[in-house]
């Protein structure tokens, strides 16, 4: 049975600033009870999106993460952020964005996810999930609590992260440009209109990878990821809510990514780090993933963990499964106090 999810959506306002009028990034709160007041002794789940997708992307997930607590393994809320220029928050910043022809980059998010931290869950057991280039930010924003006597997160989990060692990387340069040229280069291409929410969702269920993916997200991709051309006709054209200009410039955000991987042997042995790899390796090779928990360079993992049958988008294609392994990692015994 599906778990009925409560929801509250808050605007924050980010450290980035476009011409002195700062992001704002939205975050949506979950719990299971229309009050709000889950146990507030439970772990708080932080959920970091997927590049290209947008914060409700979670939900299947975060309903089943919800229907898998019991008393002693309880979850107090969880949230889903929002990168500044995907979804809802693309949509609330969509003249700044007009006015500078730059996105927000990996860092610009890993520095906003943090600042929201210490602002709104500062006193909570965080658990933070990140997915993809999410994974990316959410290592990156452990640079930004130097300030604070500990790292403000109880564990983090890493979803499929698209995350390498710079060595590695240069070691490979050849392979990793030519991916990375053929996704941008794919990414830019690809449709972002359609005549409406019906022909959108006809067209996706009839590709790859979106054919793959559970229907449920799919549905939410349509209804939440895309907006009307004509804000005044709610039936006629649609298009994406992300820009695909911004989507693919997330593919050559390069620095970012290097020093979120520097960031694992910095924190991972005060701070719990769970791998959750998908079985078939489609988009993230294995020397990517074997360099991001290589011990020789202190990079220890708590748990390593592979998902059978998924690929790397496995948020959107299978979220019970996915469920079943990060609740495995939220409440490991592995989780000794965060500190600096």
Known sequence: MAQRLFVDTQIFETP????????????????????GADSTNGVTILLVHASGTHKEHWEPTVEALFRLQTDSESIREAWAVEWMSHGDSAALNAELHQKSDIGTSIGDWG?????????????HRIVIIGHSAGCSSTMYSTKCFSGLPRVLYEAVILVEPPMIDRQVYQDNLEDRKRQIGMLTKIISAQRSQWDSRVAAYEWFAKRFPW????????????????????ASS??????????????????????????????????????PIHFIFAEKNDLVPRYSQDSIVDPSKGRHAA???????????VVQQKPDALAESLFKCVFSKQMPPARL
């Open 211 to 230: 054919k793959a993916w559970d229907d449920r997200v799919l549905r939410i991709f349509i209804n939440q990821g895309l907006r009307p051309v004509d």
């Open 303 to 313: 748990s390593i963990t592979r998902v059978p049958g998924a690929v790397h988008m």
């Open 234 to 271: 709610a039936t006629g054209p649609v298009t994406t809510k992300c820009q695909k200009k911004h989507e693919a410039a997330n593919y050559t955000d390069f620095e970012p990514v290097f020093q979120a991987t520097e960031q694992i042997e910095k924190i991972c042995q005060d701070v």
């Open 111 to 123: 520095e906003a996810i943090a600042a929201f931290v210490k602002t709104h869950l500062s006193s």
């Open 16 to 35: 980035q600033c476009v011409q002195g009028t700062p992001l704002r990034m939205l975050a949506n709160r979950y719990t299971i009870s229309p009050s």
